[in-house]
């Protein structure tokens, strides 16, 4: 391959995680600039209803989708030209997966929605809304892998803006019970393109089984499903035990505060999902010096990015909310830099999907979970609730150490990453934090000033990880 072939792939690929991360990120933050417009046409039931359901459409779905994601991803390296293939006969186990549990559920409707305190009729949408939704999962996989970033960020903005035109316009018809219009405008977007990507698999593929794929796929994604769940635990049960310990007041000062930081794992998603494919290619390269350069610099970039945050932090809970709620300041810097932690320990995690071994990630995912919730049992009680997002914080910085590890045993003791760099960069990320979040007790000018700065560097780092990266990876072999 010339090096001009490979210097039109890097610039590919750049381009690609740049729109890919920007699109992802301002897309999802419109979730949290639209919600001021449904607090108003949903009442706190309502709400609550809503935000039940979407909670059991996780749990639901990371147990029928038997984490084959995550098979794909790896299928996708593996396979090469007999991917479509693969990717038509793994979409039949999904599906035969997703139907098996409609079937199963549906004789015990009434028992489910005292248990789940969900409508029937929500149960048996959210059943067919799992049948169909992973296909577009499935296909923005197969597109990132082929930097076909464009047709990614067409499917994030038809859902994203379908999301709030449905939901708006179903509310505003409903009489009665409005939260069935936030519920189904919420899922029809998705669900539609599912459809579609769905017939579209099936049609590429023309393969519905095959024992070889259906074997790989399990194998790989099964072990995945206790860390899909653990992962929901660290995210969700900090609350359900602030409401538990403090009450429900609490819990919404701390939701509403981790709401904004967790704009910043939004972004680090989105990254981890852009560079993933790269990742993969430098490893069967065995690039590593080029891998450490280009997620060092990430996280450089994206921790200046965090700190802007974190110093913005006030002003932005005084734009989006109430004064009741300008507390929430205080949980900023955890959850952030959780989220930093975060996008280190995918990468790290990436290397045990490319060595196929993925029950680390979900012993991992498990111990972090138990983590968070011992240390909220024995802190929230002591200090109070904003102590939850320091021990969300403990959750994700134990995962990437352990991960860390992991990408080390999986690939038989081979430094893929580098210990000083991640001693290096934890140093950084948890003084700086500390550093933004006492900003808080200076002048306002003081903070100001230092949010400049750290712009000014986030812009710097930017501009020379793209230089960097450019010279690096074009002499790769």
């Known amino acids: 391959m010339s090096i001009d072939t490979v210097s039109h792939k890097t610039k590919l690929m750049v381009k690609s995680i740049a729109w890919y991360t920007i699109s992802n990120v301002l897309l999802r933050s419109v979730s949290l600039i639209t919600s001021p417009i449904f607090t108003r046409l949903l009442s706190t039931s309502d709400y609550g209803i809503v935000s039940n359901f979407q909670t059991w459409t996780q ?21 090469g030209e007999d991917f ?37 009729f929500c149960i048996i949408f959210m ?21 076909k970033y464009k047709k990614n960020i067409l499917i994030a903005v038809f859902n994203t803006l379908g999301n709030v035109v449905c939901s708006i316009t179903l509310i505003l018809m409903w009489t009665d019970k409005r939260y069935f219009g936030r519920i ?26 095959n024992k070889g794929y259906w074997k790989y796929a399990l194998r790989l994604g099964l072990l995945i499903i206790p860390h899909s769940l653990a992962m929901i635990a660290l995210g969700q049960i900090d609350r359900i035990m602030i409401i538990r310990m403090c009450g429900e007041s609490e819990a919404g000062i701390y939701s509403f505060g981790y709401a904004y930081a967790i704009v910043i794992g939004m972004l680090t998603n989105a990254i981890n999902e852009g560079i993933q494919p790269e990742i993969y290619d430098l490893i069967q390269k ?30 932005a809970l005084k734009i989006l909310g109430t004064e009741s709620y300008y507390e929430a300041r205080w949980v900023i810097f955890p959850i952030v830099i959780g989220s930093i932690f975060q996008l280190m320990y995918q990468n790290y995690a990436c290397v045990e999907i490319y060595a196929k071994d993925t029950k680390i990630i979900a012993i991992g995912s498990i111990l972090a979970a138990l983590i968070d919730i011992v240390l909220n049992y024995i802190f929230i009680p002591i200090y109070g609730y904003f102590v939850a997002g320091y021990t969300t914080l403990a959750g994700y910085f134990f995962l990437m150490i352990f991960h860390f590890w992991g990408a080390r045993k999986v690939m038989n003791g081979e430094k893929i990453f580098i210990g000083s760099d991640v001693v290096v960069l934890s140093v950084i990320l948890i003084m700086g934090g500390m550093f933004c979040n006492l900003c808080y007790f200076l002048e306002d000018y003081v903070r100001y000033l230092v949010l400049v700065l750290v712009i000014f560097v986030a812009i710097w780092k930017g501009e020379a990880f793209v230089s960097k990266y450019f010279g690096k990876t074009k002499n790769c072999k």
């Open 184 to 209: 189904i405008g919420t899922s029809i977007p998705m669900l539609l393109l599912g459809i579609v990507f769905f017939v579209k698999i099936f049609h590429d593929g023309k393969i519905f089984y």
């Open 84 to 120: 479509k293939e693969f990717l038509s006969s793994v979409q039949t186990l999904g599906f035969i997966s997703a139907i098996s549990a409609l079937i199963i559920c549906l004789p015990f409707l009434r028992e489910l929605s005292q248990f789940m305190v969900l409508d029937q």
């Open 286 to 315: 065995k690039a590593y010096k080029n891998l450490n350069i280009m997620t060092r610099n990430i996280c450089l970039i994206v921790s200046a990015i965090g700190f802007a945050m974190i110093l913005f932090g006030p002003e």
């Open 59 to 79: 749990l639901i779905g990371c147990i029928t989708g038997l984490g084959l994601g995550t098979a794909i991803i790896r299928g996708k390296v593996e396979f």
């Open 127 to 147: 059943l067919i809304y799992l049948v169909f939704s992973p296909s577009v999962t499935f296909m923005q996989i197969n597109y990132r892998f082929e930097y």
